[in-house]
């Protein structure tokens, strides 16, 4: 292919369901179907489709200075979005813990212990960079082009401010047409506004406009060689605007002004992640110094102490605010440190999330290992949200000795996954549909993103992944085996049926479900008679509570399976299956159905049918598929996927205590498909899920090639 890149969309529904391998059930005419377990009062159906009323809102959601809408995010993606804040919204308003007033089993006191073999760093900033950067907040930019610039070793950069200079132009000037209309056009258009009001036309003053005149810098007038920055472009504009020229005529001399971009750190190869390399140290971040319940919760310091123990002389950088820093050094006295263990502590000014893996990927040049940063660090899935705190943490490495380098390219690097084919040495950049649009609202065509992307990281190809998922390492997880990639993916009906028969086997311990209730339900379950089946639970989950979509602590204690296992937790995802389940056979369907209820339930066979354009997209570039029963739902997740590969072990994300059974059968997978000779490492992470994350979200590994 010319471009070297893949869009892996396009599959219309009823191709899907001409060509899937297990078609989906006939209507509810045909097929009655099951309603979620104590779902509420249906209401008259209304005209306008829930999922509509979402999209619209989605669509009028502030973006800077303007809306979403100019974003020009297409529709297939906002509907994925929107049925997921479909999902998050139902269970906040129906899936809804009411406290009983008993107390939960207190954490234990940590014993004393010796201090902790930790080498602390402060990020240190000079009074004028810490308060420049102290004014930043989190939230969409006003300025489009806008970008974080981290301090090198020998300067620190100006640092522009996140709003427009509406001296020159009005606010949305440059974001209503960005994306629209393109960069250059929307350059050309903002030369004639200044031009009309006398105003400056320099890059300084179109990037006061909110402009990403960094990108400019890749664009050459026709005919001529690339000047490597924006002021041989920016003239050439300035000249074809004051020549007065046609829109006709000059959209069509803009079409031929070469694109040609320059790596930010020429040479670099981001590390392929398919279990070749050998992990060489790891980067985390912490949310706080103490754990956030109990030894074994799996938050965000629990799961680092089970990086120390788990593996023995891995060098481990770990970024924490340094107000927390005294909590964190009593916590790791108590936790067993190998001899010899090296533990960098990076003092950060301010918070930090847990999600290491966003605002930074490694990889190596021909100097050795490097870091790369994106244009901000964002979250989010439309447009990119700043957030500050992560932007600049990756900028202490340098106290460390490690090359900081960043990038004009927007990424979030759980959207970005690099593999290797065994068979012929290419190197695949699987990435996230979100971070295609993220940086085509700079005004780039789609080619031109993919084309950046493919030479910043090093890559043969881009294959842009459709967004089932928050993210793709939510769905996906590669590896080379005996001369292929395997692509190890979500199982989402089996881990349901597995979450549900967990749930129903702690009811029936804790005397909630009587044993022929029990076999009665497992009964009409193996029949696929949901509605029968559930007709049987629903009643016996709303014991304790009055109001419909509520649901007792005092039954969610009965989901708890030990001290640091969550009851709250296990009950919301086993109220999750069941929906899951119910939505899959055609209960959104049903007419009269309460509109929030119909869209929640149809937004489950919709993803299914995403998931289908998925991996279709990843049988065709060759993978052999192999199914995990993961339970991808965000905050409601068990992701096994989420494991980092390497060359001798994989990294397994674990939930344990209730739903234990779903880590062991991903292990007897894994194990058979892996063979022995690769070592499958059990990371318990169970709160860190609970947050919508898991391993690789929170680890940036550093790899090098094995010897």
């Not at 999902?87 to 129906?94: L, N, P, T, W």
């Not at 318990?684 to 947050?691: I, L, P, V």
Request: net charge negative; charged share 20%; aromatic share 6%.
């Amino acid at each position: 292919m010319s471009q070297r890149f893949v869009l892996l969309f396009g599959l219309g529904l009823a191709t899907l369901i001409a060509c899937s391998r297990q078609t989906p059930p006939a209507s509810s005419a045909q097929n009655p179907a099951a309603q979620p377990a104590d779902q509420p009062t249906a209401q008259p159906a209304a005209e306008t489709r829930a999922e509509d009323e979402v999209l619209a809102s989605l669509r009028a959601e502030a973006c800077g200075a303007g809306t979403i809408a100019q974003l020009q995010l297409p529709e297939p993606y906002l509907r994925r979005v929107a049925d997921r804040v479909l999902r998050a919204s139902y269970f906040e308003r129906f899936r809804v813990i009411v406290a009983d007033g008993q107390s939960d089993e207190p954490a234990p006191q940590l014993p004393e212990g010796p201090p902790p073999p930790v080498v602390q760093h402060a990020h240190e900033l000079s009074e004028a960079l810490r308060s420049a950067r102290a004014a930043y907040t989190e939230g969409h930019p006003e300025r489009p082009g806008f970008r974080a610039r981290l301090r090198s070793a020998d300067q620190i950069p100006p640092q522009p401010s996140e709003r427009v200079d509406t001296a020159l132009v009005p606010a949305d000037f440059v974001l209503q047409r960005l994306a629209r209309d393109g960069l250059l056009a929307t350059s050309a258009a903002l030369v004639a506004e200044l031009r009309a009001h006398a105003k400056p036309i320099d890059p300084a003053a179109l990037e006061a406009c909110g402009l990403p005149i960094d990108w400019l810098a890749y664009f050459a007038p026709p005919g001529e060689p690339s000047a490597g920055d924006a002021q041989a472009i920016t003239k050439w504009l300035e000249g074809r605007v004051a020549a007065g020229l046609a829109p006709e005529a000059l959209a069509s001399e803009l079409a031929r002004a070469e694109f040609t971009y320059r790596p930010s750190a020429p040479g670099f190869r981001l590390s392929s992640e398919s279990g070749e390399n050998v992990l060489a140290g790891i980067r985390v971040q912490l949310t706080r110094g103490d754990d956030w319940d109990r030894p074994g919760d799996g938050g965000s310091v629990d799961l680092v102490r089970e990086l120390v123990e788990r593996l023995p002389g891995m060098p481990i950088v770990a970024s924490l605010q340094s107000e927390k820093l005294a909590a964190f050094l009593r916590t790791a006295a108590t936790w067993r440190w190998d001899a010899g263990r090296h533990f960098d502590l990076l003092l950060e000014p301010g918070p930090l999330a847990q999600w290491a893996q966003d605002n930074a990927k490694t990889g190596r040049d021909e100097q050795g290992a490097l870091v790369l940063v994106p244009r901000f660090a964002s979250r989010g899935e439309l447009g990119a949200l700043f957030v500050p705190g992560e932007s600049f943490a990756p900028e202490a490495l340098q106290t460390l000795g490690q090359r900081v380098v960043s990038s004009p390219l927007f990424f979030q690097g759980g959207n970005l996954y690099c593999c290797t084919n065994p068979k012929t040495g290419e190197r695949l950049l699987l990435v996230g549909e979100a971070e295609l649009h993220r940086n085509t609202s700079l005004g780039l065509a789609q080619a031109q993103v993919l084309a950046a992307f493919r030479a910043e990281f090093g890559v043969d190809r881009c294959v842009v992944l459709p967004a089932v998922s928050f993210h793709i390492d939510e769905e996906l997880s590669v590896r080379a085996v005996g001369g292929e990639l395997v692509a190890f993916v979500n199982d989402q009906n089996a881990a349901a049926q597995m979450i549900v028969n967990c749930g129903l086997g702690a009811l029936a311990a804790h005397g909630d479900l009587s044993a022929a209730e029990l076999e009665r339900i497992r009964a009409q379950l193996a029949q696929k008679h949901l509605a029968e089946a559930f007709a049987i639970l629903s009643p016996l989950l709303r014991k304790g509570s009055n109001t419909q979509g509520e649901f007792s602590q005092t039954l969610a204690r009965d989901f708890q399976s030990g001290a640091a296992d969550s009851g709250p937790g296990n009950l919301l995802r086993f109220l999750a299956a069941v929906d899951y389940l119910s939505g899959l056979s055609g209960a959104g369907e049903q007419p009269g159905l309460e509109a929030h209820t119909a869209a929640y339930l149809r937004s489950f066979r919709r993803r299914e049918h995403d998931r289908f354009t998925f991996v279709r997209g990843l049988e065709s570039l060759g993978m052999r598929i192999v199914p995990l029963p993961g339970w991808p739902e965000e905050t409601l997740g068990i992701t096994p996927l989420n494991g980092i590969h390497e060359r001798t072990r994989y990294l397994l994300p674990t939930y344990g205590g209730l739903y234990a059974p779903l880590d062991e059968a991903c292990v007897g997978i894994l194990a058979r498909t892996l063979g022995p000779e690769v070592e499958i490492v059990r990371l318990g992470c169970a709160e860190s899920q609970r947050r919508a994350g898991a391993l690789r979200c929170s680890v940036s590994p550093t790899f090098e090639p094995p010897r």
